[in-house]
């Protein structure tokens, strides 16, 4: 079925127009109407009643997709904000070759795709109206979904108009809006899925039921590479509500009638399990490897200039280590998965950040095609990376097609902390050499960081990125070794930027201090290249009056990074007392190009600082025999309320192309207080989480 035919049919069955689009390497190709061979990835649909839905094929975890890309469209299409309606579809080749969003894509991948589609649906739509009053096109112009004649002032609704707009040709180059007209991208606006959220509408995944539904949980290895080698489910089965006990890939499963009897059958389980190879790593033989890496040549990540000649003439070396501990996602809503596995049929419901894969996973497991496979996409209750991956998913699909029925598949709080593809750890040496005025001419860094992304030329650049790429140094030398200790690593929000930043600017610091110059000052000179950075970082540094003291006992420390195709740069405020830390305020300046919702990237600024904020002060997992010590929010701690800091946010004003939010601001808060801390004491802190018993 090729696209006319298919805009033409959809007409027909719901009386309204279906303008489809996809994103191809090209963007102009979006919309030209002789393309039978397009993958088309999103919809938008006009009906009889005025309605505009939009198909979101992206996830919205919190971060305010839903509304951000629906500004987006009704912008262009000059609908009323009020007749916007959104829904997430299922995976279909028509709505391109991947689904999913890792990298804060959702808005920068889709800023262009949705304004054209938008625009050339209202085109679609002007023509039609000039059509049935047998008036030229110029003569009539689109507002709040009504085309009006320019002439007589006579109105007709997008509703309809928009049997007969579907039967037109789609424009091959729709007139987009100059963005000085925007009277809605822009500008501060509600969040559609709030009320949903707050009345108990939003359907999220732990909230599905289906008729004859069963419950399940997996007991697995606690030991990373161990398994199960055989289980007595006796005991188990006894357990008031448990159904049936059934080995998969990953573990056992019980299933029962409700989420608690089967945690209390897998409680009663008895199980021999051989914990692998890894049974006996610990952190202390992890850091061993690390520090053995560390000491001999790696992959060559970077080089410019050349490092060890300029290091000769230097007239100061500095040089130091610093370190990151591993790190769990921690999402509010539990990982969970309803899967119904049928002998032709596999519907998964769940909350997903790469639906694509979800369903690559359904058709390994059930050798079902593509087409028998539905992914159903919920609102995710938080993913910071953990939901691209789909081991929870696939353990759900292979007990509902064990059990013949309808199974939602849950991990507890434990789970989630004891078996995820964690943050990795990571060692870093730096040494830096100065000239005689104190200026950097020379700065070698040797990385160790677990490899999840794969390799090129010896190097994953989510291990080293954020250390080459942000300051002028004319000789520069960084490079990489991938250790393999046998803990699941993989994607965390902001990925390497999230240790990166704190070595980078910590020791951007150290070499601030060692030429006797202010830290502020000093980031400048090495800015000069990147107006940018340079930009947010004079703008955080006005809003905090850098150049005037803070209040009696509180110390003012700099962070900032470029990541997700925007910049951010941060100042806190902290004070230290009988040995502990308090922040009492941070100041973000971001730059993310042109702002679609400016109260969404207020909201992601905050939570990204409070999210770095968390892992800085509190964030370690620690391994022991193979298996990770930490369990729950007792001893994996989250920032509480009462700890929370004073955060002001400023957007530079910008016409540069979108960049991404739900990860920037998450790098610079560690940095920026831990070089506060070094204002109050004197001591660098080089570990994290900030202990001050690490005071060096």
Known sequence: MNRRHFLKSTAVATGGLVLGFYLPDKLEAAVEPNNPGAKLNAWVHISPDDTVTLAI?????????????????AEELECDWNKIKTEFPGVDPEFGPVQGVVGSQSIRSSFDLLRKTGAAAREMLVSAAAQKWNVNVSDCRAENNAVVNTKTNARLS????????????????????????????????????????????????????LPGMLYAVVARSAAFGGKITSFDATKAKAVPGVKNVVQ???????VADNTWAAIEGRKALQLQVDDGPRGTTTSASIRKTFMDLAAKPGAVAHNEGNVEMAMAGAAKKIEAIYEAPYLAHSPMEPLNCTAHVTANSCDIWTGSQMQTAAQQAGMRITGLPADKVQIHTTFLGGGFGRRARVDFISEAIEVSKAV??????????????????????????????????????????????PSFSGLRDGVDRTGVEGIPEVYEVPNMHVEYHPPDVGIPVSFWRSVGYSQNTFFTESFIDEMAAASGKDPLEFRRRLLAKQPRLLGVLNLAAEKIGWNTPPPAGRFR????????????AQIAEISVNQGKVRVHRVVCAVDCGYTVNPATIVHQVRGGIVFGLTAALKGAITIDRGRVEQSNFNNYEMLRIDEMPVIDVYIVPSTQRVGGMGELSVPGTAPAVTNAIFKATGKRIRQLPIRLTNLA
Not at 557 to 568: A, H, K, R
């Open 248 to 254: 998969i890939s990953n573990g056992v499963a019980v």
């Open 557 to 568: 420390g700099i962070g900032l990074s470029p990541n997700v195709g925007s910049f951010e």
């Open 404 to 449: 013949g029925v309808p199974v939602k598949l849950t991990w507890t709080r434990e789970d989630d902390t004891q078996q995820d593809f964690y943050r990795p750890a990571s060692y870093t040496t730096f040494a830096a050499g100065l000239d005689a005025q104190g200026w950097p001419v020379a700065w070698n860094a040797r990385v160790v960081c």
């Open 57 to 73: 094929h992206k996830a919205e975890m919190g971060q305010g997709t839903v509304t951000s890309l629906a500004m987006l469209l």
């Open 158 to 209: 997008y509703g309809s108009l928009a049997e007969a707009a579907s039967k037109l040709p789609v424009p091959a180059a729709p007139m987009m809006k100059d963005p000085s007209k925007f009277r809605i991208v822009g500008k501060p606006m509600k969040r559609r899925d709030t009320p949903m959220k707050v009345n108990g509408s939003a359907g999220f995944a732990l909230d599905m039921k």
